[in-house]
């Protein structure tokens, strides 16, 4: 059967990308689906490759597919309300202590509560486990040790594991030697680590807003205030604001997500995280960099570590394999630029070791090379889950209500009307089998009152689509009240 009209007036590439559209409203094609490769319809449909190139280029300046390189075309999720920056409405905060504590507790409770399905947590590997690699990797691990695997380990972690993660970093040109890297209990100790290594309590940090709520628990466990920065939904830290923020306020320290934030799943360019590293240093400020998700971008290439542009020695690294392999491991790293010495003694003195099982099986999983096998299949199923979950939230929730577009990572940053109270509604979705993360622990000064960050680090099924279709009507019940 023919499907093109060759003899119509109409330009063979636009009946292409009216067939394309057809076969979207027909359901064949949804978001986050790969379309068929240039070679593939252009011998179905009996046309040059060129002609479904342009066909296809049209579409992506249409904003309906996207390209991924070296893999192909992407449908893209339509009619979404992206959510846009809003700097016009932005109010700076004075320091403040995080005041929904509460909040935060019962969000990680229901994590964990049966027949619900957990929206609220990040953990983007759950897409793509490598348990069943990691699994065999340990078993051998297991064989050569013995009973090694119980005893202590060295206060900065396995030399072999340091040596791979420093490679990792020498790749992108950040000239990390293995004895610079310090083994963490996940990144939440490197985290507390670099901080105590550059403030003390009653002192000021400054962070991304919104911010994810487990770093505004932990410096304020650790006695310090926080004040807020705007941050672009999609470039990240505004570098003319933070200097506002610098001259107004005696900050001691910046922590920020600048390769991939969450929850915006913003992304800096090189350029702009250049940028900000050298105003940093000009005000002679710490920056802690927390790059949990730097792995897991959506962008053409991986960003660069804003270590890569200190000058001073005074950025901290802060990452771990919570969000690419192994959660329940928590193996995370510091790198502590100048504050190298110091962030040791803190370490022997807070934890002595981390596991040197767990450390072990990672580092045979780096060397293996399955790693990095393991990371292009995970960000392509985050990918196509963003897509699909945009798309499922669109039908779903009111329209007027604006999702972000993430460059990475594995969470959606949701706003609803003014009105709407997600802390309530949240409530009324626990008891409904859903739980999400309610915008307003993302802020210490109360802001994000009517947002919600909604995860698709999820293996997608029938469960989640029924998961957001019921939280979708409880949005559109309280968006008419």
Known sequence: ???????????????????????????????????????????????SVPTVKQAYIELERQGAIYARPQSGYYMKAKQVRTLL?????????SPAELECRSLIEQVYAAIHLPNTVALGLSNP?????????????????LSRVSEKSVSYGAVNGDSKLRLNIALRYQEQGVAVNYDDIIITNGAQEALSIALQCVASKG??????????????????????????????????VCSKELEKVLKKHHVKACLFTTTVNNPLGSLMTNMERKELVELVEKYNIPLIEDEVYSELYFTE??????????????????SSFSKTAAPGYRIGWLVAGKYEEKAKGIKRAQSCSTAMLQQWTLSDYL?????????????????????RMRALITEQFPTEVCISEPKGGGVLWVRCRSHVDTEKLFHEAIENGVSFAPGIIFSPSGKYNNFMRISFGVQ?????VKAITTLGGIVKKYSQK
């Not at 590997?125 to 078993?139: C, E, F, G, W, Y």
């Not at 400054?206 to 006695?223: D, M, N, T």
């Not at 997608?460 to 989640?464: F, G, I, P, T």
Request: aromatic fraction near 8%.
């Open 85 to 93: 920056p809003m700097r016009e409405s932005w109010l700076h905060s």
């Open 301 to 318: 290439e991986k960003p660069k570590p804003a270590e890569l542009y200190s000058k001073k020695g005074l950025v901290l690294t802060c």
């Open 460 to 464: 997608w099924s029938d469960e989640v």
């Open 1 to 47: 059967m023919q499907l093109l009209d060759k003899s119509s007036s109409n330009f063979l590439y636009q009946q292409v990308i009216d067939y394309v559209e057809k076969q979207e409203k027909k359901g064949v094609f949804q978001a986050g689906d790969k379309l068929p490769s240039l070679r593939k319809l252009s011998k179905q449909l009996d046309i």
């Open 367 to 387: 060397m293996s090379g399955e790693y990095d096998k393991h990371l292009q299949v995970l960000r392509r199923k985050l990918q196509y889950n963003s897509e």
């Open 125 to 141: 590997v759950n897409t793509h486990p490598p348990d069943k690699a990691l699994s065999r990797l340990m078993k051998g691990v």
């Open 203 to 236: 002192d000021v940090i400054a962070v991304e807003s919104p911010c994810y709520f487990g770093q505004l628990e932990l410096i304020e466990s650790l006695g310090m205030k926080v004040v807020e920065v705007y941050t672009c939904t999609e470039n990240g």
